[in-house]
């Protein structure tokens, strides 16, 4: 190596030791970088296969009918692989969701932000901690302090607005896309 | 280690063979003449156990892999047909489920073997966090392969788990989207673990074979923690350390075929053979044993990055281990006041597993972060400190000295004073 890094004074490489050396340093560099590219580049295309394929993302949007969801029921839906949480709240409920001053929560949004008619809160129910599916949709699940939904993996509750409010969970749940396509049906995605 | 000349062997073909691939010295060098140090216990044989476990799990779970699904649609009754139809499909699924188990224990004892006896410190550093990713990487493909089977345990464990990843802040939902290959745990989710379960025990094997080399450096530790001086100290690998730990592998196997044989489901959960069912959470969500003390850390923080950062870092620190015990003696028996916090960290790790298989409300949540905090605690504080403050016994001056000035001067009064062993 001795004799590659300072060649005997033939040629181009004549000039003093110091600059030979930053050429070849330049050189080892731009190497090293052109090679570390084209190594990513290669490597993403096995990277990225591992997220969702098309047939996966084709958003399958779903109708869903809201006729026969009485007052006070909830009915759970399935989109994307998620449960949907379709819940027809009483007026007491709409009271306490809205009553809630925003500034105790943790997650702070306001009732009429996550809903478009208030008599339907649509949610995906996924709690936001680790992705188990709180209870509170059947008549005899227990559905937390506030009313709303209870998750039994690590004790997270949310309010009548899908709000968290106590326990481990950062956030909210999550309020899907949708849109109403008629007063008793709606499209989720 | 001087007397370690090449061997003549007498088989011409062998002769042939190693004078062009030298396998044979090799394997007469490592695992005929190592030198060992005389005065090992029981305990170590606990390094060649774990090592027959990892064969076994590569040898079922291969047969089991040429019957097993990866599809969400048939891969729970693909492990049923492995249980009723398959021949020995059952023995085979049972010893490779509770092979899991026994590999866990194999290597927490261990683990705490080596935690007792310094077995970390200097200089085998390398040879300990080595031991760090084969930890590691037995968790990975562990919590993988609990998944296959597709029952609800698999199926919510799964979903708990990826969703760890969730907590980083920015990156995270995107990495928990790539995991899945979807926006929940799905087939592709399913199909992935499958190719990874496969591939990962062949990484922990290459780290076992790292492992053992870089043992195969510095030399075993021994219950004094001092150096062999010599061959005086030491006795050759084979036939001494094979028969030992050939016996105790084989109690160490009734011990495995009692669970596979009388109580094969006693460490599962009733749970998993519920078909997974995206739609139901089970009620109480809990991992196999093994991860229960990681689970209770992760839930004793009320913040879930915290929680998932201290759950890490309960691993991370074991890596950083040589570096946090100032303390130059390696073995607990000269170290009087860290053997008894050795064995509070032991029962707190016992703790911590109790508390994690319990629901994280009330008195269980205390537990959990009284026995986190006590965890961090000891490696973190406890241990630089203790090696500044504690005043450790004298040491012997080597490994036969006390037997051999025990046995050899009986006349002069050995019972006058009994060995100060603890």
Avoid at chain 2, 11 to 32: A, C, G, Q
Avoid at chain 2, 238 to 243: E, K, L, Q, S
Avoid at chain 2, 364 to 369: D, G, N, P, Y
Wanted: hydrophobic residues 50%.
């Amino acid at each position: 190596m001795a004799q590659t890094t300072h060649p005997p004074g033939t040629g181009g490489h004549a000039a003093s030791g110091g600059e030979g050396a930053s050429r070849r340093d330049f050189l080892y560099l731009a190497t090293g970088a052109v090679g570390a590219i084209g190594v990513a580049s290669a490597v993403w295309p096995f990277i990225d296969s591992m997220n969702p394929a098309a047939d996966t993302l084709a958003l399958a949007s779903i109708d869903v009918d809201l006729a026969p969801v009485q007052e006070g029921q909830a009915i759970t839906v399935t989109w994307r692989g998620k449960p949907v949480f379709v819940r027809h709240r009483t007026a007491k409920e709409i009271e306490e969701a809205r009553t809630v001053n925003l500034g105790d929560l943790r997650d702070p949004a306001a009732d009429d932000a996550r809903v478009k008619k208030p008599e339907w809160l649509i949610v995906v129910g996924i709690c936001t901690h680790l992705g188990c599916v709180p209870l509170g949709q059947k008549p005899t699940d227990p559905r937390g302090d506030y009313d709303g939904w209870f998750c039994p993996c690590h004790g997270s509750h949310y309010d009548t607005a899908g709000r968290i409010r106590k326990g481990p969970a950062p956030a909210n749940l999550v309020v899907p896309q949708y849109a109403f396509t008629s007063d008793t049906a709606v499209r989720l995605g | 280690m001087a007397q370690a000349h090449a061997p003549q062997f007498k088989n011409p073909v062998v002769k042939w063979i190693d004078s062009r691939l030298p396998i044979f010295t090799m394997l007469d060098h490592e695992y005929n003449q190592y030198p060992m140090p005389r005065n090992v216990n029981y305990l170590w044989a606990f390094g060649a156990i774990a090592g027959i476990m990892l064969v076994i799990m590569i040898a079922t779970g291969l047969v089991l892999a040429m019957q097993y699904a990866a599809n969400t649609h048939i891969a729970f009754e693909s492990v049923e047909r492995i249980m009723r139809d398959v021949n020995y499909g059952w023995l085979l699924r049972y010893v490779h489920a509770n092979g899991a188990s026994m590999f866990f224990i194999a290597v927490y004892i261990h683990m705490f073997r080596g935690l007792y006896y310094g077995s970390y410190k200097a200089p085998r550093e390398i040879l300990w966090i080595l031991g760090v990713f084969i930890l590691l990487a037995m968790m990975a493909t562990a919590f993988m392969g609990y998944v296959l089977p597709w029952g609800q345990m698999s199926f919510w464990g799964a979903t708990v788990i990826t969703n760890l990843f969730s907590a980083f802040p920015l990156v995270g939902d995107p990495i928990v989207t790539w995991l899945w290959g979807g926006f929940s745990v799905d087939n592709p989710t399913l199909n992935r673990f499958f190719a990874l379960h496969f591939l990962l025990p062949f990484v922990l094997l290459g780290l076992v074979v790292l492992h053992t080399a870089a043992l195969h450096v510095s030399g075993s530790n021994n219950p004094l923690g001092i150096d062999a001086k010599g061959p005086q100290d030491t006795v050759p690998f084979n036939p001494y350390v094979t028969v030992k730990d050939g016996f105790a592998v084989v109690v160490f196997l009734i011990f495995y075929a009692g669970f596979v044989f009388f109580a094969p489901n006693y460490l599962g959960h009733p749970d998993n053979y519920i078909p997974a069912n995206p739609l139901v959470t089970p009620a109480h969500i809990v991992p196999e044993w093994y991860f229960l003390p990681f689970y209770a850390i992760l839930r004793a923080i009320p913040d879930k990055l915290g929680g998932v950062l201290a759950m890490f870092g309960a691993i991370a620190v074991l890596a950083a281990l040589p570096w946090l015990d100032t303390s130059k003696v390696r073995s607990c028996k000269f170290r009087p006041i860290y053997r008894q916090f050795f064995w509070i960290l032991a029962i707190d790790a016992l703790v911590l597993g109790y508390a994690g298989a319990m629901p994280a409300e009330g008195v269980w949540l205390l537990v959990a972060r009284i026995g986190t905090a006590y965890y961090f605690f000891h490696f973190l504080i406890l241990l630089p400190l203790l090696g500044k403050l504690e005043r450790p016994l004298p040491l012997p001056a080597s490994i036969c000295e006390p037997v051999l000035k025990g046995g050899g001067r009986v006349a002069a009064g050995a019972h006058a004073k009994p060995m100060e062993k603890a």
